[in-house]
């Protein structure tokens, strides 16, 4: 029992006869017949088998030593077509990652035609290729016709290659999978290799990522869980650094008009607001649930870092926006504020910064999607949390003597829920504008 790479086509070659209804016959009398079944099994989706016998007449040893001289003179027997189903999952994942702005495209050994049969029934884009037709395009040919071929059959792992590193200099980010040794240099040559867990150790070792159970599904699924993360990211970075900036311009505007003597709070409240206030917010952005829309969104743009003109300039109007609120609690505040002593204005000005962060935090959560929108109940959970350390540290004589703070009157916690209340308008506001303008562009 032999093997032979390649179609029925290269099988067919080698024969001189073939078994028909009408019994054995000249393989140049059923080849055109033979070709057409082999065709139609193939648009079916199947993947064919060619079967065909040799009597050796007692040159069995011979055969054993050197097979392939005796791959000739054969009688073709049969075709054999085999499906191999998809996971009802894959049209799915294929479907999501299209939303998503993922190109997916496959890249197979099996015949053009049964590829692209299968491409369609995954849900694929248009336009199918073999190899043979694939190597006779220049790279520049290659590269024009690549937005229209999203299957290619009858491939090497030369050609894999190649296909994946044009994609790449017409600036895509290319993601390979591949579970076969001859992969390996592909997946290495790709921005993420993924090799498939059943697939060779030499494989796994040039991948970036293994899929354990070898489903495209999972794949798409981590896709939709790196996007979350990196809107986390973005989120956690763009609170941390609104607020930093209101400290620091509070600071410094504070030092260069000599209000407070520059002290407009003291050391042990920025502690406070750092370690027991702004700390559940970030909770609240890190287990705030993934937005629904987030798999409909367009891939970012790879090369914009995270510290970019238009995230920092986001970041100075958030500061901005706490930093204002923080300074008219100090003008507005009855009284003198004082470096020694509990005063009224150092402790609303306190007061605005911790509830403006906090409400501040809330509202950034999401971006561009509104803070607002549900689910919110999560967020609640744990957003009272800072509110009523914040009544607390104002209220309570030990927090006073700690922070030195003084406790409110109802005018003066009205006014400093009024004032906190500009830093989440002013999130809303800038993100509700830029979703004005993303409608309008799209319409």
């Known amino acids: 029992l032999a093997t032979m790479k ?15 209804a009408e019994g054995v016959v000249p393989i140049a009398d059923a080849k ?24 050796l007449e007692g040159r069995e040893a011979a055969a054993k030593t050197d097979p392939m001289s005796f791959a000739e003179d054969f009688t073709f027997v049969a075709l054999v077509g085999i499906i191999d189903p998809l996971r009802p999952e894959a049209i799915e994942a294929v479907r999501v990652a299209g939303e998503a702005g993922i190109e997916v495209r496959m890249i197979t050994g099996d015949h053009a035609v049964t590829a692209a049969a299968i491409g369609r029934e995954l849900g ?27 299957v290619f059959g009858r491939v090497t792992p030369e050609d894999k290659l190649r296909i994946a590193r044009l994609m790449q200099e017409r600036g895509d980010v290319v993601a390979m999978t591949g579970d076969a040794v001859n992969d ?12 498939m867990g059943s697939g060779s150790e030499v494989t796994k070792q040039a991948g970036k ?23 986390k990211i973005v989120s956690y970075i763009r609170y941390q650094m609104a607020g930093l900036f209101s400290l620091v311009l509070l600071f410094l505007v504070s030092s260069i008009f000599d209000i407070n003597n520059g002290t407009p709070i003291t050391p042990l409240m920025v502690l406070f607001l750092s370690f027991f206030i702004t700390f559940f917010p ?17 891939p970012r743009n790879t090369k914009i870092p995270l510290a970019n003109p238009r995230s920092i300039g986001q970041w100075l109007l958030y500061g901005v926006a706490i930093f204002g609120a923080a300074l008219a609690a100090m003008l507005l505040s009855p009284g003198t504020p004082s470096q020694t002593e509990p005063s009224v204005p150092v402790t609303m000005t306190f007061v605005v910064l911790s509830l403006g962060m906090v409400l501040a935090g809330f509202a950034m959560r999401r971006d561009p ?20 350390l914040t009544v607390l540290s104002v209220e309570l004589d030990f927090m006073n003597a700690l922070l030195m703070t003084t406790p409110l009157d109802a005018a003066q916690w009205w006014l400093a829920i009024g004032l906190a209340l500009i830093p989440p308008i002013v999130v809303e506001g800038d993100k509700l504008i830029r979703r004005s303008l993303a409608r309008g562009h799209a319409a």
């Open 282 to 298: 970030v909770l609240v952005i890190t287990l705030d649930p993934s937005p629904a829309g987030l798999m409909s969104q367009p």
């Open 369 to 388: 999607a509104s803070g607002l929108a549900a689910p919110i109940s999560n967020a609640l959970k744990w957003m009272w949390i800072p509110i009523v």
């Open 124 to 150: 694929l884009g248009p336009g199918a290729i073999s190899g043979p037709e694939l190597r006779a395009l220049s790279d520049e040919e290659l590269t024009a016709r690549l937005p229209e071929l999203h």
């Open 184 to 195: 390996a240099a592909a997946l290495k040559q790709a921005d993420i290799g993924v090799a």
């Open 6 to 20: 390649g179609g029925p086509d290269v099988v067919i070659d080698r024969c001189s006869r073939a078994v028909t």
């Open 32 to 55: 055109d017949s033979i070709l057409e079944a082999n065709a139609e099994l193939s648009r079916n989706g199947l993947r064919v088998l060619a079967i065909a016998v040799r009597d």
């Open 209 to 231: 990522m293994i899929l354990t159970d070898d489903n495209f599904g999972t794949l798409v699924e981590a896709i939709r869980l790196g996007r979350t993360i990196y809107d």
